[in-house]
């Protein structure tokens, strides 16, 4: 039986819904889409109010956790926006690379809270099911972080240009994406060839369904229940800091928000990757020798942080609060090196939270970087972090030890990246360059041309043009009409 009448939709909690046959209203406020095969229902206490729902969408229910967001998301298979940002606070669509697998988990369905317009767009962003069946294998599939297996590979040895790939499609594969995978038969599978058991386990009863997020976890799908989840975000966290402790956050990071935070005027475009800059390293004498360049060059100035990474939720770990996706870093540093800040600290708990925040976020990407991934501008961001974190008095002598070796190595590349990466690079720029200018030139051209075809035929403007008096008058004559 059809509902005349919806009270307190979580879609629209605050006001009533009634049904209504006027089938050219605007688009579905979930769904999106502008044409109804039946009535829809619209609110009844505020005319003006926009919002409008479908006879489909009246029956959907928020039952899918999210831990970045405070209420339930709903599953939908179907949408008609293709322009929607993706919301996940630290999903694969927040990292430095491009992936093709991404892309084909966008816009298929879509996980939605309707109220706050959040919405995670890509499949491989929200959480997904621990393990599904699928229909041509034996063994269930278990959703795996990454899955690097020679068995599996086509080359013999492993390494960072190996292909890896699918065993349903046969395509390649990133080994950086989750996967679907049964240990026994080492079967792999993308998440985008599963679609269709992904869409039927999230479309049934979730209650039964072991739901897990591993796009924004570092090797590990722990979600304690014990985390203490809060409305707070990183900037309620600097925004509550003493005047004292807001300049000394302010010495090592600017942004762009409404409290008009100056803007570094030394934190320029970053010139870290010209090749006049390095020497080819012959002896490990002359590799010490460009470090040492390295670490000259990299006067690390002022961070800029991103205003939406300051909007991410924070959880409570262990008396610290960190990003909602850090909080499986923060437990195993926690647990590995105890805590690292002495127990005689100063630091408010806020400037302590800051510190432990960036001292994961580093980890946290460490671990997640590939070696050819690496550029002097990450590295240059990883040591600005950890000279904050450092001030801060914490104990991360394990971390730099690790850094170090990441730059030596880094740098005891920059001879080949010399042969053919950063030339590649600066022959791109020096095209984009010159396309700018043969523009420019372009517009020269019509500039003269415009002006050689119009001076045989220019006003002489002195046969037009009024005397002082004459204009006078005029303009007195005028002012007299509009009185």
Not at 139 to 157: A, F, W, Y
Not at 252 to 267: A, E, K, M, P
Not at 345 to 351: Q, T
Request: proline share 3%.
């Amino acid at each position: 039986m059809i509902k005349e009448k919806i009270e307190n939709h979580p879609f629209h909690p605050n006001h009533s819904l009634i049904l209504t046959d006027d089938h050219n209203m605007e688009r579905c406020s979930t769904c999106s889409r502008t044409s109804f095969s039946s009535h829809v229902y619209q609110c009844e206490e505020y005319p003006e109010c926009k919002f409008r729902l479908c006879r489909e969408c009246s029956s959907v229910e928020p039952n899918i956790d999210y831990p970045g967001h405070q209420h339930k998301l709903c599953f939908m298979e179907k949408t008609e926006e293709e322009d929607v940002e993706c919301d996940a606070d630290d999903g694969y669509c927040k990292r430095d690379f491009v992936c093709d697998e991404l892309d084909r988990t966008a816009y298929s369905s879509i996980l939605r809270c309707v109220p706050c317009n959040f919405n995670i767009v890509h499949l491989l962003c929200g959480p997904l099911p621990r393990s599904i069946r699928y229909e041509y294998h034996m063994h269930p599939l278990v959703l795996t972080p990454s899955v690097i297996d020679s068995d599996n590979n086509h080359h013999e040895s492993q390494d960072e240009d190996d292909e890896y790939y699918c065993d349903i499609c046969e395509d390649t594969r990133d080994e950086r994406i989750c996967v679907y995978y049964c240990a026994d038969c080492k079967f792999v599978a993308h998440v985008h060839c599963l679609i269709p058991q992904i869409t039927s386990a999230l479309t049934g009863s979730v209650e039964d369904q072991d739901l897990i997020l591993l796009s924004t976890s570092s090797g590990s799908d722990d979600t304690d229940d014990q985390v203490d989840k809060n409305d707070m975000t990183l900037m309620d966290l600097i925004q509550n800091l003493t005047k004292e402790d807001k300049e000394t956050f302010e010495e090592h990071f600017y942004w762009h928000t409404s409290n008009n935070v100056v803007f570094d005027s030394t934190c320029g475009e970053s010139h870290g990757r010209q090749p006049e800059k390095y020497i080819f390293p012959h002896s490990p004498a002359d590799l010490d020798n460009q470090v040492y360049k390295f670490d000259t060059y990299c006067n690390f100035r002022r961070l800029k942080l991103d205003t939406n990474d300051l909007e991410v939720k924070v959880v409570t770990v262990k008396n610290y609060k960190v990003a909602w996706y850090l909080r499986n870093v923060l437990k195993s540093l926690l647990e590995k090196h105890g805590d690292v800040i002495d127990e005689e600290s100063k630091l408010s708990g806020d400037m302590k939270s800051l510190a432990f925040h960036f001292l994961c976020r580093v980890i946290y990407d460490k671990d997640r970087t590939r070696r050819r991934d690496i550029t002097e501008e990450l590295i240059r961001e990883w040591y600005g972090y950890l000279k904050f974190v450092r001030r801060m008095g914490l104990r991360i002598m394990f971390l730099y030890e690790q850094l170090e070796k990441i730059k030596r190595d880094f740098v005891s590349q920059i001879p080949i990246r010399l042969e053919s990466e950063i030339p590649n690079e600066l022959h791109q720029k020096k095209s984009r360059l010159q396309k700018q200018i043969e523009k420019v030139d372009t517009d020269l051209d019509k500039c003269k041309e415009y002006s050689s075809r119009s001076s045989g035929v220019r006003l002489r403007l002195s046969d037009y043009s009024y005397g002082d008096d004459e204009a006078s008058k005029l303009m007195q004559g005028t002012a007299e009409k509009n009185a």
